[in-house]
């Protein structure tokens, strides 16, 4: 019992540990002070137990006053969940980071985000594994996790636009767009879950979007801060947007075949019946997965100039 709880505990924190370590590794200046990233981190953690107090009394209080699922789920994904959770990254990042004297760097509003949103998905991580098991720790190291991060990035690129903005009314509207952004693709992230329906599915294209709209993001950032060998993003044109498109299927179709090698190996409750039809074999599903990521990252990987 005690192997299984650190096994699942080791799982939930394992994806947090990367994605700090990815975020931090894409700063290339001057790296930021890991006591103040560790109090940015625990106040995500803090923020947690606030947004879970919010959550508990409206989102029954939501669900009582609209009678349609869609409807339900909609107020739900956007008001109660994501407009508290983001709301409250924000305020954390606004008042612990913004004016401090080491946002000296574009980039360094993206890591104060992300170490924000990452603080916040750590220990709501843990409730959720801990409960769900082995199957949910891989399902949310893939998705929930990292959506968690790039909201946060998303957020953290337009809090850079502002602080380093000089009028006062360009400053308020970058401010208003990160927050707005991260509220709106977390609300649709949840809103696609929430849906029980098979719209769910568009989850994993989402993340894959998200994914390269930051890291062009990021580019931009760097760009401005001058960071050697780096040049702004290319222009989107209808070839790449195809090749884009191409990608994200074949991501889709990758990511799926894990979660069923995952339903599988954890003898999950939901994978019940799956297997029964015929053998089921680990090496050909995972080759199939490896095949079909290593296209989708080929086709949405853009060269640089």
Not at 9 to 33: G, N, T, V
Not at 143 to 167: C, D, N, Q, W
């Amino acid at each position: 019992m005690y192997l299984t709880t650190a096994l699942l505990l080791l799982l939930s924190l394992a994806p947090i540990a990367f994605l700090l370590w990815y975020f931090d590794s894409l700063d290339k200046e001057q790296k930021e002070s890991r006591r103040f990233l560790w109090s940015i981190f625990l106040w995500g953690v803090i923020i947690t137990f606030v947004a879970g107090f919010v959550e508990y009394f409206l989102a029954p209080f939501a669900a009582s006053l609209f009678t349609h699922p869609l409807t339900q789920a909609f107020i739900i994904a956007f008001i109660v969940t994501a407009f508290t959770e983001e709301g409250l990254k924000f305020a954390v990042v606004k008042k612990k980071a913004y004016d401090h004297p080491a946002f000296n760097e574009y980039y360094d509003g993206v890591i104060y985000s992300v170490v924000a949103s990452l603080g916040f998905a750590a220990l709501e991580n843990i409730f959720y594994v801990m409960e769900g098991g082995m199957y949910i720790a891989i399902i949310r190291a893939l998705l929930a996790v990292p959506a968690h991060a790039l909201f946060g990035a998303f957020m953290g690129y337009y809090i850079s636009m502002a602080r380093f903005e000089k009028t006062k009314k360009k400053e308020q509207q970058f401010l208003l767009k990160g927050l707005f952004y991260a509220i709106f693709f977390h609300g649709l992230y949840d809103f696609l879950l929430l849906s029980n329906s098979s719209v769910a599915l568009f989850v994993i294209p989402l993340i894959l979007l998200l994914y390269i709209s930051v890291r062009r993001k990021i580019r931009h950032l760097h760009y401005l801060d001058n960071i050697k060998d780096v040049s702004m993003p290319p222009k989107w044109t209808i070839g790449s947007i195809i090749k884009l498109c191409i990608g994200m299927l074949f991501f889709t179709l990758g990511l799926l075949t894990i979660f069923v090698i995952a339903l599988y190996i954890t003898n999950d409750p939901l994978g019940h019946g799956l297997f029964t039809t015929g053998e089921f074999s680990i090496p050909i599903s995972a080759s199939f997965a490896a095949f079909s990521l290593l296209i989708a990252f080929a086709l949405i990987r853009e060269k640089k100039v």
